[in-house]
């Protein structure tokens, strides 16, 4: 198959598929239909997936163009039959209603070439140039143990943000683990050493270390805290915005600690804001004590309570590569070049870690590093950037769905300032939800299951890290009504991986100085929620590697000798046959490091269910199989007592899977 390299090649096969789409589209109607038919009538829970949820509409308006053929011979019989009989009334009416049926025909035609562009990039299908020092690699580090499952996370006073609903040990380790598995390295100090030589190799500085004195930006996501959110100690009013998701002091807390006490920077030396927003007090509370002398920065300043007023810049600018077309100056169009005026913080340090929280947008679909820089401007607030995404908001709600649009985030991601200058990407997902004013909650999907995601992500590839929280947050949020199901979320994703995919008179140059951007990094869709293997997981390519790092766990409480195994019980499932859920229970004596997995009859391992610090307890696992065959299966626990006083303790059984 020919490959497209330019936008004349894209514009040529896009005029042979309009051409030839009366041919092919309800072939391709016909094929939904049948597919549909054979994997969904012998198993209803199939309709549920990414693939089906796909066809589905290809073949709801292969259905409709048959009926409309159907209706309109029908009428067209009927017609004839009343100018036989000279009631040309009615004839004339038939006719009239008969030309209007292939109008919708038509209609529904464009219905289903919309739905089969092939934009709609297939799974596991790399595109674009991996980066980092093992390229596409991105670290998830998950742990259920790092929040405090049992958190109702709006409740007043005990907010998931309150440091008694964080494991702070358990996130450090979590933090541990992320850089080491990105790195290859088995220290924190290797680790960092390793990623300050990547990023200033790449800086064209040499692989040199973090040197003394530099300034290090941490930017957060503060989306709630604006005028009106916050009482005058800076602590968030209990309005509705209360404990919405954003960036977890705890995992700011875990990055100051190995920034100081690790790679050795002066805690003088590092500013911690959001700078169109404030920093909340429970957050201060947590980073001031251990760091009293690093920069906490504030949009209007509060130095009575230990903030510091951001300073705009003179110089720093970021350009919209849309030249006015897109973005819009107080509802006109912009001029030639349309900039935004940053903080000077972007200028003074020279390193940046932008510490997203993984999460649904209502415009963009997706919020993560991309989207928290909306906030890095000095305007009063972010909305006139919102032209550039998927959904926008102004005077009139207006959407820009689909793929081949200018979208600002790719201009945001090849900043030199706002992304040029990142060390690495770090993204919490401790806390992570559907959308930017939601507060968080428990996700179905495996290895959640009904739970708070409890994770961190990290990555040197921009493209790749967006690209993965993408299908978590899609995979997850799965109603059509979810923001991330919008058509289209992902074209920035396409955009930022190839340059083929940019926009008919757009050519992406944030930093105005006439260098077009190259890829920043790869882009794919993982094969499915269960597996979430992309493509160098698979051996199959070039693409991403999921990598699922091991926690390193913090040292435990001791346990008595003698009941750690005797108090270790695994216990039947119940139902068992069951079809597609059940449920398996089981007691832990002592804090452990544990993991409850399935096996099939060959023993492979197809699902973990647990993989976790528990405390000592009974716990009851429910675990959705419906995307296993029907079969014989075993489920195995094992415990690690972190007291070190006994070996590792497992169980097993047999349950058997009806469908």
Not at 497 to 525: F, Q
Not at 568 to 575: E, I, T
Request: with cysteine; hydrophobic share 40%.
């Amino acid at each position: 198959m020919k490959l497209l390299h330019s936008h004349s090649d894209k514009k040529h096969m896009h005029h042979v598929v309009t051409k030839y789409s009366r041919f092919y589209l309800p072939i391709m109607g016909l094929i939904a239909l049948v597919w549909i038919a054979l994997r969904v009538i012998p198993k209803p829970s199939r309709a549920s997936y990414p693939c089906m949820r796909a066809a589905f509409p290809v073949a709801s308006g292969f259905l409709a163009y048959l009926a409309s053929i159907g209706l309109s011979a029908l009428i067209y019989m009927k017609a004839k039959t009343w100018y036989g009989r000279k009631k040309y009334v009615f004839a004339f009416l038939g006719l009239a209603i008969g030309l209007v049926i292939p109008l919708l025909m038509q209609g529904n035609l464009q219905f289903l070439k919309a739905n089969t562009a092939p934009d709609v990039q297939a799974v596991n299908a790399p595109i674009g140039t991996p980066k980092g020092i093992f390229p596409g690699r991105v670290v998830w580090v998950h742990n259920a143990n790092a929040v405090v499952q049992s958190c109702v996370s709006d409740s007043v006073n005990h907010a998931y943000f309150m440091p008694e609903n964080n494991h702070q040990l358990v996130i450090d380790s979590m933090l541990s683990s992320a850089i080491h598995s990105l790195t290859g390295q088995t220290s924190d100090a290797a680790s960092w050493n390793a990623i300050f030589q990547y990023h200033n190799t790449l800086r064209g500085k040499g692989a040199v270390n973090y040197a003394p004195g530099e300034k290090v930006f941490i930017k957060i996501n503060a989306t709630s805290s604006w005028e009106g959110n916050y009482n005058s100690n800076l602590t968030p009013k209990t309005n509705q915005y209360y404990g919405i998701s954003e960036t977890s002091p705890e995992i700011v807390l875990s990055v100051l600690r190995q920034l100081v006490n690790v790679v050795g920077v002066a805690d003088s030396n590092i500013y911690i804001g959001d700078p169109m927003k404030h920093i909340y007090q429970n957050s201060y509370t947590i980073w001031h004590p251990e760091f009293p002398h690093a920069h906490y920065l504030d949009f209007i300043g509060y130095t009575n309570m230990g903030r510091e007023k951001v300073v705009k810049s003179t110089t720093a600018f970021v350009h919209y590569s849309d030249n006015g077309t897109v973005l819009k100056i107080n509802g006109t169009s912009g001029a030639p070049y349309y900039t935004d005026t940053l903080y000077n913080i972007f200028e003074k340090a020279e390193y940046v870690l932008n510490i997203p929280m993984m999460k649904g947008h209502e415009y963009a679909g997706v919020s993560m590093f991309a989207k928290n820089h909306f906030g890095s401007n000095t305007q009063s607030s972010a909305t006139h950037l919102h032209n550039g995404l998927v959904a926008t908001n102004g005077n009139a709600i207006a959407v820009r769905t689909g793929y081949h649009q200018y979208r600002v985030q790719v201009d945001l991601m090849g900043d030199s300032l706002l992304s040029g200058k990142n060390l690495f990407y770090l993204m919490d997902a401790l806390w992570s939800t559907n959308f930017e004013l939601n507060k968080p909650v428990k996700w179905k999907m495996s290895p959640f299951c009904n739970q708070y995601t409890a994770s961190m992500f990290a990555s040197f590839d921009p493209v790749a890290i967006e690209s993965v929280g993408f299908d978590f947050i899609s995979g997850e949020f799965t109603d059509s009504s979810e923001p991330v199901q919008m058509s289209g979320v992902d074209d920035y994703l396409h955009q930022a991986a190839d340059t083929t995919n940019w926009p008919s008179g757009i050519s992406y140059d944030p930093n105005g100085t006439g260098v077009h951007l190259k890829s920043l990094g790869v882009h794919e869709h993982w094969n499915d929620t269960l597996n979430k293997e992309y493509s160098r997981n698979l051996n199959s390519g070039a693409g991403i590697e999921l990598i699922k790092a091991t926690t390193t766990i913090p040292t435990g409480v001791p346990a008595s000798k003698n009941s750690i195994a005797s108090s270790f019980k695994l216990y039947a499932n119940y139902p068992n046959p069951f079809n597609p859920s059940t449920r398996i229970s089981y007691d832990i004596p002592a804090l452990s490091h544990v993991t409850l997995n399935v096996f099939d009859m060959l023993g492979r391992n197809v699902m973990t269910v647990v993989d976790q610090v528990r405390s000592p307890g009974t716990y009851t696992e429910t675990v959705n199989c419906s995307r296993l065959a029907s079969g014989v299966y075993f489920y195995k626990l094992q415990a690690h007592p972190l007291s070190g006083q006994t070996g590792d303790l497992s169980a097993a059984r047999k349950f058997v899977l009806t469908k």
